[in-house]
Nanobody, 119 residues
Framework: QVQLVESGGGLVQPGGSLRLSCAAS????????MAWYRQAPGKQRELVAT???????SYTDSLKGRFTISRDNAWNTVWLQMNGLKPEDTAVYYC?????????????WGQGTQVTVSS
């Protein structure tokens, strides 16, 4: 299994930037696709971005151009760079590790880190 710990959240002004990190430990990190999700109060958890073990990236259309996901397999770390932050970006951001084993998906989640965008 994989243990995930997010960090880097906090309070930032509208238009500002923030970089979240996710440190992974346990199983072989390079075998997992990674993703960032977020959940705002009263709303469903939504996908923000994904990155495969090979580095292929995908983004939610509404966030494309402002957010960037990256990973370093050697250091078992995934980042989410967030630029041009808006109040509606306020949410708890979660790191996710995913792997398919014989066609069955396995997911691991971090505890989440709070991002608050406010003046």
């Amino acid at each position: 299994q994989v243990q995930l710990v997010e960090s880097g959240g906090g309070l930032v002004q509208p238009g500002g930037s923030l970089r979240l990190s996710c440190a992974a430990s346990g199983s072989r990190f390079s075998d997992y696709a990674m993703a960032w999700y977020r959940q705002a109060p009263g709303k469903q958890r939504e996908l923000v971005a994904t990155i495969t073990s090979g580095g292929s990236r995908s983004y939610t259309d509404s966030l494309k151009g402002r957010f960037t996901i990256s990973r370093d397999n050697a250091w078992n770390t995934v980042w989410l760079q967030m630029n041009g932050l808006k109040p509606e970006d306020t949410a708890v951001y979660y790191c996710n590790a995913h792997r398919s084993i014989l066609g069955v998906g396995v997911d691991y989640w971090g505890q989440g880190t709070q991002v608050t965008v406010s003046s």
